[in-house]
């Protein structure tokens, strides 16, 4: 019983998609069916049960513990979800997604994110970021028709496959290491040779940690991200951006911060350098680039640099920094993405800045939300991404990461820049020519003031989160 | 009144906008002026309730959690130059919107919105104890300008929004991790996380972190000033915005910036100050007199008075760091002159504006003879601006030479000159657009100040006279304030300051004092 009480929000999300794939299977052809409600029952079902296990520390089948980290990731990540089925409700019918196997996909990728920061064997992780990839890559590319998404589905299907390999290379060195492929024997296995690591370590570290780096976007393993994210229907973007972030970054959490954590001093190094590099490219290219969606993505690229650089930084006080900045850049990215599928027409929907000229004229409370959410990305209170920028900073402050503060703080300076453009674009482009907004419904609506209200929340009030999220990463270290 | 009301006053108003629906213009005008005059009216009894004797450094204190793991709280309190900061908000917030009744007419609801939430960020500036708090309303204050500046701005208003935006955020983002290190250091020293103002003014802080921090402080104030050469976005800022825009970027944004340095960088880092003065000083110098000669060549009737302002904040900058009282005592009270001189001036292009659509200085002249009222109070203003005795002007020009000859002469000469230069530029101004013939037609039907646009000035003018005549209550009120940071920033004449602090008004405060500004009956 102990087993299934581990498993039970990934087990209720499972039942919901299984669910929505019977309801698809018994609509009839015109029949309109609201299953995106069995998705939002099972999230919400699974959000209960994080609640329940709280302080637990159920463990189950020896591999999947529900301590309270994964409860919080998995409750980041079920949020996530509820979002992208709110955003979806009308967006699906109007792109002419098919919504059956959209909602079940969704459901199990979600699945997937929650397992990956549960597993506390590396074989399962994998097993749980095959799980969510390919769900992902099949809902990158679910609009058959469309040249560019299918186009991008293939390129993140190629490139993420590779990644996984160099993951699963990683496991077979680790598993060479310690004979095993538990974290907590590979953690006893590099603490007893952590004077002096062999190759195999060295090894099945570097690997690890390109698979992580893919997952989370951080340069140099970050070119899909555009392509992908341009192609993909903005609310799988929206999804995948957040989701998939999210998940990553747990699994690389639990993995180099207990497996790992003897070697810190040297990962520290590595992982410096990534997250300064991926901070630069990821503003500096976002600069240039004129589609909201691959703005945003090249903005993504930048975020992981900030989450890297809080997991580099991990410690008395920003311990809880990533958690926290992961909530916060969660409902705001999801909601900035929400905005952009609202915006789209079917003939208009690849998301170019231009078609933002005027909307605050067209729909002002949607250009509202939308600066909202990008000024939270941007960092500014008092929306969420100011306490979790400051976070982060301080914590590199308090840790001596010095360059990587000022590097931080100077790029999230030049970010601000192309966010403001989109701002420019809503509210003070002169050409007020009649934007149309296709019509969009309660439970949308609804959607975007809960993220708006969470940005808001998180950033006057954010004792609570953080709390949360200092309790659960003492789980893990 | 409990300063919490104060800062939440403007900002109920902005909610109870936000639900109003978009096509009652008149009421949303209607809402906004009462918001922003009830923001005026709770916040006025600081004026008497405010205890100058009291021996506790901030008073209305408010105290709560904000933030427990990382020891940030609500904290906020007042001492006398935060007092009069915020009844100068208060009182420019209202004027502010009062003068857009007919201004504008785009979008207005946002508009309005958007003034209350820019008040409610600088009052929360101006009485947060908190570092952390302060940082959050420095910032926010950001927004809300760069809206006002980008929707409802003229010509070039993209530039000049994005170019003020980015400026400050670089500064204010320098600032952060300048907080940060202090922070850092307080726990290193102490073992408490704490952003409460007071205990850094107990701290000690070694000098090479004293540096550094200055530093970041410095280009975080400094820029928002601003101070040469960071001066650029102002005129831009300035001249694109709409009148209630520059109102409230002159009189109080700018203040953030001197505020900035008289509550965190001089009293935190008293060493580092001491070491700055001297490039803080040829900073301000050369502030001063560029500014004046950038205002003389300006055909852009409003960039001329940004420049003037960027020469005037250079004096309150000069006055702050001559480190000694009457100095500072000369540069706070010169910060609310500022505030109402170059805020009138600001409300003063504007009307003209509204009825011409232009601010190029030669498509006036002669606007005195159609204009008789108008031309009185812009004289009146320009006066105030220049520093003629009996105007508020005055008093603090005088204190800031004074506590700068003290120091060195020739900061004093300098910045004597670059009086003379701002007469010359004000009265040539004055000269081009209210005297000779009227050239063009269309200013020959121009109504004159109707009594709302008389009512906006009303307040200002009594303050420029009051302040001019009998400045005892205000410098009262700095006094204990001033002393604080002498005693801190120069302990070594800090002995004789209340002395010198209480000596000079008393020159000044001029025999016959008109009965109507007589004040302050609360002042023990």
Known sequence: M???????????????????????????????????????????????????????????????????????????????????????????????????????LTLFSVVGMMMMASATDLLVIFIALEIMSIAVYVLTGIKRTDAAGTEASFKYFLLGSFSSAFFLYGIAFSYAVSGSTRLDALSTAIAQSASAPGPMVWLAMGLLLVGFAFKVSAVPFHMWTPDAYEGAPTVVTGFMS??????????????????????????????TWIAMLTMVVGTVVGVAQTNVKRMLAYSSIAHAGYLLAGIIAASAIGKSAVLFYLASYAVANVGAFGVIAFIATRERNTGELTDFTGLWYAKPMLAVLMAV??????????????????????????????????????????????YLRIVVMMFMSSNKAELEVPPFGIVGTLGLALAAIATFYLGILPTRLIDLATQSISTIF | MSLTLILLTPLVGALVLLAMPRRLEGGIKIVANVAAWAGFLVSLPLWWQFDPSSADQFQFVTRSPWIP???????????????????????????????????????????????????????????????????LFFEVMLVPMYFLIG????????????????????????????????????????????????????????PRLQFWVFLAFFLGFSIKVPMFPFHTWLPDAHTDAPTAGSVILAALLLKAGTYGFFRFSMPMLPD????????????????????????????????LVAYSSVSHMGMVVLG?????????????????????????????????????????????????AVMPLYAAIFLLMTMSSIGLPALNGFVGEVLILQGTFVVSKVWAGVAGLGIILGAAYMLWLYQRTMFGEITHDENRGLKDLGLREVFTFVPLIILAFWIGLYPKPFVDRLAPAVQRLVERVS???????????????DAHAAPAVPATTHPAPGVH
Request: with cysteine; net charge neutral; proline share 3%.
């Open chain 1, 2 to 104: 102990d087993n299934l009480q581990a498993i039970m929000p990934m087990l209720i999300v499972t039942l919901a998609a299984m669910a929505t794939m019977l309801a698809e299977a018994f609509r009839r052809k015109d029949e309109r069916m609201p299953i995106g409600g069995l998705g939002v029952i099972g999230l919400v079902g699974a959000i209960a049960a994080a609640g329940l296990l709280w302080d637990r520390n159920a463990v189950g089948f020896g591999v999947i513990q529900a301590d309270n980290f994964s409860l919080f990731v998995t409750v980041v990540v079920a949020v996530i979800g509820l979002f992208t089925i709110m955003f979806s409700s009308e967006v699906v019918e109007r792109e002419g997604i098919p919504s059956g196997e959209y909602y079940t």
């Open chain 1, 242 to 271: 957040t989701g998939v972030k999210a998940a990553a970054v747990a699994a690389f959490l639990r993995v180099f911060l207990s497996a790992f954590e003897p070697l810190r001093g040297d990962w520290t190094q590595l992982l």
């Open chain 1, 373 to 418: 959410f990008l000024l939270s990305l941007g960092g500014f209170p008092p929306m969420a991404g100011f306490i979790a920028k400051w976070y982060i900073f301080a914590a590199a402050v308090n840790e001596g990461f010095y360059t990587l503060a000022i590097v931080g703080v100077l790029t999230s300076v030049v970010s601000v820049f192309f």
């Open chain 2, 69 to 135: 793991s990382i020891g940030a709280e609500y904290h906020t309190g007042i001492d006398g130059f935060s007092a009069l900061l915020v009844l100068l908000t208060t009182l420019m917030g209202g004027i502010a919107i009062t003068a857009s009744w007919s201004a504008v007419s785009l979008r207005i609801k946002e508009y309005y919105i958007a003034l209350l939430v820019l008040q409610t960020g600088v009052i929360g500036a101006f009485i947060a104890l908190d570092l952390l708090l302060f940082f």
């Open chain 2, 151 to 206: 929707i409802w701005g003229s010509d070039r208003r993209l530039y000049s929004a994005i170019k003020f935006f980015l400026y400050t955020l670089v500064g204010s983002v320098v600032l952060l991790l300048g907080i940060l290190a202090l922070y850092f250091h307080l726990h290193a020293v102490t073992g408490v996380y704490s952003f409460d103002v007071t205990r850094y003014y107990t701290l000690d802080v070694p």
């Open chain 2, 272 to 303: 580092a100050t001491r070491e700055a003065v001297p490039w803080i000083a040829l900073l301000s110098l050369i502030g001063i007199v560029y500014g004046a000669l950038c205002a003389m060549a300006q055909q852009d009737w409003k960039r």
């Open chain 2, 320 to 368: 702050l760091f001559a480190l000694t009282p009457t100095g500072i005592t000369g540069s706070l009270i010169q910060q609310i002159n500022h505030g109402v001189s170059t805020g009138a001036l600001f409300l003063l292009v504007g009307v003209v504006y509204e009825r011409r659509h232009t601010r190029q200085i030669d498509a006036y002249g002669g606007i005195a």
């Open chain 2, 491 to 505: 302990p070594e004449i800090a002995a004789g300051a209340a002395a010198a602090v209480h000596a000079v008004p």
